[in-house]
């Protein structure tokens, strides 16, 4: 269990992460809504409750690359004047991250199924130096959809990487249905398995759950993979669990509303 105080740190991350996409978003006029609220919590605990100043972040699915630029203003590697350039003309905060112009983002992502063979050759390159680095790789679960993959998946098994920590943002929505109606794969934590991961399951909105995680991660004998249970468009009610959430313009008062039911949300999540 996290100690009060930790606890609480992270969700105010996670707000603040929250509001500064969703002001990145506005000012764009669309966005991967549903998407970045789906995985907010699980940037913010890897970035503030776990990874080290030399560990890597790959977030493959791309498209909710303003979460990413977010999560690096509120650890001051980007600044507010930076943010501000989000989505115009000659900015390198792109709709999905650019290569190696951000610090802290050296690969490209966003042509989903790659990010996982990114982590792959990362987490081998570390293991090789024995530099101690971890690399958390965020996929989505429509990039099950692509053999990549599991390509990935079968490598990082076979080099026994124990250094990746694999989160798949399990919120069974992807861009043109449910994924089990596109793509059956369940039994998913089945499938992780008989390719040799430890399979660990996480609320993928709860730091408590995160944090069992890593206790796990620090005992683990093979490589693991976390399906995080999660919902696009988290705390979004009329939005919650739809595939409408996924691409959408703000459009009249959208952006007061979610900033308000985030807020409560906060609130009442909050360890008194
Ligand atoms: C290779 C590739 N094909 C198609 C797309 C277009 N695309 C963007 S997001 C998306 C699907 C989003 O669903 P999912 O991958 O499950 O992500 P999440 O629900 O977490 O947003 C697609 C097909 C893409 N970015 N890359």
């Known amino acids: 269990?996290?100690?009060?105080?930790?606890?609480?740190?992270?969700?105010?991350?996670?707000?603040?992460?929250?509001?500064?996409?969703?002001?990145?978003?506005?000012?764009?006029?669309?966005?991967?809504?549903?998407?970045?609220?789906?995985?907010?919590?699980?940037?913010?605990?890897?970035?503030?409750?776990?990874?080290?100043?030399?560990?890597?972040?790959?977030?493959?699915?791309?498209?909710?690359?303003?979460?990413?630029?977010?999560?690096?203003?509120?650890?001051?590697?980007?600044?507010?004047?930076?943010?501000?350039?989000?989505?115009?003309?000659?900015?390198?905060?792109?709709?999905?991250?650019p290569a190696g112009k951000i610090k802290r983002i050296p690969f490209a992502t966003g042509s989903l199924g790659h990010g996982l063979s990114i982590a792959a050759g990362l987490g081998l390159a570390s293991k090789l130096k024995k530099n101690g680095k971890k690399v958390f790789c965020v996929c989505s679960d429509g990039e099950l959809n692509e053999g990549s993959t599991w390509e990935a998946a079968l490598f990082i098994v076979h080099q026994k990487l124990k250094n990746i920590v694999?989160?798949?943002?399990?919120?069974?929505?992807?861009?043109?249905?449910?994924t089990e109606d596109v793509m059956q794969m369940e039994p998913l934590a089945d499938k992780l398995k008989a390719f040799g991961f430890e399979v660990l399951e996480a609320d993928g909105h709860d730091f408590?759950?995160?944090?069992?995680?890593?206790?796990?991660?620090?005992?683990?004998?093979?490589?693991?993979?976390?399906?995080?249970?999660?919902?696009?468009?988290?705390?979004?009610?009329?939005?919650?669990?739809?595939?409408?959430?996924?691409y959408l313009p703000m459009k009249d008062n959208m952006f007061d509303s979610i900033n308000a039911e985030i807020e409560l949300h906060y609130q009442q999540t909050l360890i008194k």
């Not at 507010?80 to 350039?85: A, C, G, N, P, R």
């Not at 759950?209 to 009610?237: H, L, M, Y």
């Open 166 to 178: 694999w989160f798949i943002d399990r919120n069974k929505l992807q861009g043109f249905g449910r």
């Open 1 to 97: 269990m996290l100690q009060k105080e930790k606890h609480n740190d992270l969700l105010q991350n996670a707000l603040n992460i929250k509001k500064r996409f969703l002001q990145m978003y506005q000012a764009a006029n669309a966005g991967h809504i549903g998407s970045s609220l789906s995985c907010a919590e699980i940037l913010t605990f890897i970035r503030f409750g776990w990874m080290n100043e030399t560990d890597e972040i790959i977030l493959s699915k791309g498209h909710a690359a303003a979460s990413l630029y977010s999560l690096l203003a509120e650890d001051g590697t980007l600044s507010q004047s930076d943010i501000e350039t989000y989505y115009k003309n000659n900015t390198y905060l792109a709709a999905h991250p």
């Open 208 to 246: 408590n759950s995160f944090e069992k995680v890593k206790d796990s991660f620090n005992e683990a004998t093979k490589p693991i993979a976390v399906i995080c249970n999660t919902i696009k468009g988290r705390s979004w009610k009329q939005f919650e669990d739809k595939l409408d959430s996924h």
